[in-house]
């Protein structure tokens, strides 16, 4: 048969998940600098992955198709900043 399941008081688990979660911020807090970093990078990475999937169905070379879609992606992000720029020179 299966053991009873221990139920613990309100205040021990309250106590625990508070304490936690201040864990928890403390942590994210400490390591802001690195996370948004490695967070922006991976977006990238899963936002790229179809593209260069696609890519590879079609014959091409792994290490190419990814420098390809990265050149892409860096074309498309430098002509929105210089849409942007262009814009905001005109506006004042």
Do not use: D, E
């Not at 864990?23 to 260069?52: C, E, G, Q, R, W």
């Not at 879609?69 to 005109?90: D, K, R």
């Amino acid at each position: 048969m299966s053991s009873p399941v221990k139920q613990y008081p309100f205040y021990l688990k309250s106590t625990v998940i508070i304490f936690g979660l201040v864990l928890l911020s403390y942590a994210l807090f400490t390591l802001k600098s690195i996370l948004a970093p490695i967070s922006f990078a991976m977006i990238i990475a899963i936002l790229l992955n179809p593209l260069v999937n696609k890519m590879q169905q079609r014959g091409m070379h792994k290490v190419l198709s990814i420098f390809l879609a990265l050149l892409l992606a860096l074309v498309v992000v430098a002509g929105i900043l210089f849409f942007i720029s262009s814009q905001v020179m005109n506006f004042g």
